[in-house]
């Protein structure tokens, strides 16, 4: 039995060293949370949607800005008339070629201030991508630290396997030897290759769980793992209390803020429908240089400005119709941020009670780990005196096992818990976690384009 001893003793190290070591050139959260934050294509995708959102202000800015068209045209005309002038027939017989070329520009004045309510509708419309992009990168960065954690736990579980499976075969071969000198019987023997066989499905299993882990790794985050170094808690950037963490996400959960958004976009887009019913007022002005357009018209120039008020008086009552549903739209986002509030109170509870639990999971956990490897070297001590069976000691040898896979959950939960806490309140950011990456700034873009009066190209030059 002294080389089993030696064996569970290897088993032990080897879980120790892959939780708490930290090898050479390992790989760490956070450089994993910076690689899922940069090159993630989903996160990448939504960037790209509030870029697109971004554009809504400018288009609702050219309400303030001028439209100015030219026209030009180009033609033949055979022209055959007889007019009677003072009694006598005039016969006017000739071609033409006519063509003209003019400008016209139109600017409007007043129109129920529907584009100053379009532009602020738009404004909110972009602080509410920019809400949704948060929500994004929040649950990136929480699905790799996840992933993470969760290559960790099943590298680990398929050590404490394997190491079970070489503890199981040593196990057999002395049951077999004790057999042969007539120590033990055949039952014992058959008690043994069956915890064997079971050990080995139990270490397939884990082999498996850590190759699909290791694939989604590599989706989440963008490479395969490679010596990873343990995770720690993020408890320093959480709240002290339950009370803090729901008060805090009540104000800087982005679902929170973006639901918030939209009851502003709702509210200005009934403003706009009710600027339907308002006079509009224009002023519009026009050019035209024409030559040849009739035979006795060789040259023209014509110039006008002029005013124009529009007066909606009734116009089938769809315009009503529309109010009546942006308000009744209205209405519903503000429902929807009740709701989003309590779901957000809830889901910070749920994570807070996640934490605790697993915080006094890790320390059961351990106490069971020492408690177990305590139990079976008293039961080998006791097999070895006759006072066990084998099949004591495969049951004992089976509740270490699954002391240390419980361990290994228990510490993956307790950092997994921490993190979702954090983003659970709205502060799972590059910022907070002080990554050392350059944060994306949605901002930027959108003062690029905002004031742009022309051109076809994006900022970075597409």
């Known amino acids: 039995m002294r080389c089993v001893n030696f064996r569970t003793g290897v088993a032990a190290t080897a879980l120790l060293m892959l939780l708490g070591a930290t090898p050479v050139r390992a790989d760490t959260i956070e450089a994993a949370l910076v690689r899922a934050y940069q090159t993630n294509p989903q996160l990448n995708a939504q960037r790209a949607q509030v870029r697109s959102t971004d554009e809504n202000v400018p288009q609702a800015l050219s309400g303030y800005r001028p439209r100015v068209s030219v026209t030009a045209s180009a033609g033949y005309q055979y022209t055959d008339v007889q007019s009677q002038i003072l009694g006598n027939t005039v016969e006017l017989t000739g071609t033409q070629r006519p063509r003209s070329i003019g400008a016209t520009a139109s600017q ?24 949704a992009l948060r929500v994004l990168e929040q649950n990136v960065l929480l699905a790799a630290a996840t992933i993470y954690m969760d290559y960790l736990r099943d590298s680990a ?25 007539g120590e033990v019987t055949r039952t ?7 915890q064997l066989a079971a050990g080995r499905t139990q270490q397939q299993t884990a082999e498996s769980n850590l190759t699909t882990t290791r694939s989604n790794f590599r989706r ?24 803090a963490a729901v008060n805090l ?19 200005l887009t009934v403003k706009v429908n009710e600027g339907a019913l308002f006079p509009t007022l224009t002023l519009n002005a026009n050019v035209q240089q024409s030559y040849e357009t009739a035979i006795t018209t060789p040259k023209q120039l014509v110039a006008s400005a002029a005013a124009q008020l529009s007066v909606p008086i009734y116009q089938g009552g769809g315009e009503y119709a529309l109010i009546r549903q942006s308000k009744e739209n209205l209405a519903q986002q503000r429902l929807v941020l009740e709701q989003t509030r309590d779901q957000t109170r809830a889901t910070v509870a ?33 097999a070895r005196a006759g006072q066990r069976t084998t099949l004591d000691v495969l049951n004992a040898q089976q509740a270490l096992v699954n002391a240390r896979v419980a361990l290994v959950t228990a510490q993956h939960d307790r950092v997994v818990a921490s993190y979702s806490v954090l983003s659970a309140v709205g502060r799972l950011s590059p910022t907070t976690l002080r990554l050392g990456t350059t944060v994306y700034d949605p901002s930027v873009h959108y003062h690029q384009v905002r004031d742009s009066w022309a051109g076809t190209r994006t900022p970075d030059g597409r």
């Open 108 to 131: 409007t004045l007043f129109n129920g201030f529907q584009t100053a309510n379009r532009t602020r509708a738009a404004e909110g419309q972009v602080s509410s991508a920019r809400e």
């Open 157 to 181: 579980i398929v050590e404490v396997q394997r190491s079970n499976v070489r503890v199981l075969e040593q196990t057999l071969k002395q049951t077999r030897d004790r057999f042969s000198v």
């Open 188 to 194: 014992d023997v058959a008690q043994s290759e069956a």
């Open 220 to 243: 989440i985050i963008g490479n395969d793992p490679n010596a990873l170094q343990p995770g720690s808690p993020v408890d320093r950037y959480l709240p002290t209390s339950l009370a």
């Open 249 to 267: 996400g009540l104000v800087e959960n982005p679902n929170v803020t973006a639901a918030m958004f939209g009851i502003d976009v709702s509210f």
């Open 350 to 382: 749920q994570a807070w009670g996640q934490l605790l639990a697993g915080r006094a999971q890790v320390s059961s956990a351990q106490a069971q780990v020492q408690a177990s490897e305590i139990a079976l070297n008293g039961v080998r001590e006791e």
